[in-house]
Nanobody
């Protein structure tokens, strides 16, 4: 049974930082996508990282501020977020899929990922 568990959300002021964690169990080889959703809007791809080699993808609005990384020994993927802005507010979801490929050229789409976490709230507000 595959499980995806996110953690690390919270409330910060603009300019602050947070680190989101995603731990996957039940899969040995998978790509990870981070998605954000705000009320009334579709879930959008923020970043992704391939199972092995390859350049991670970042949405233009987060480039230079967010960093995705993988710790294979812990089956964990992290999203380091700095210079947070109010528009970064939303529920952040981690998703894993053994068949997906992360490309620096294409925004990850929700339908490309089978296994989802429960989401973690990130609120950026002064």
């Amino acid at each position: 049974q595959v499980q995806v568990v996110e953690s690390g959300g919270g409330s910060v002021q603009p300019g602050g930082s947070l680190r989101l964690s995603c731990v996957v169990s039940g899969l040995d080889y998978y790509a990870i996508g981070w998605f954000r959703q705000v009320p009334g809007q579709e879930r959008e791809g923020i970043s992704c990282i391939s199972a092995t080699v390859g350049t991670p993808y970042y949405r233009d609005s987060v480039k230079g501020r967010f960093t995705i990384s993988r710790d294979s020994g812990k089956n964990a993927v992290y999203l380091e977020m700095s210079g947070l802005k109010e528009e970064d507010t939303g529920v952040y979801y981690c998703a894993a899929d053994p068949s997906s490929r992360c490309s620096v050229f294409y925004t990850p789409r929700p339908y490309q990922y089978e296994h989802w976490g429960q989401g973690t709230q990130v609120t950026v507000s002064s």
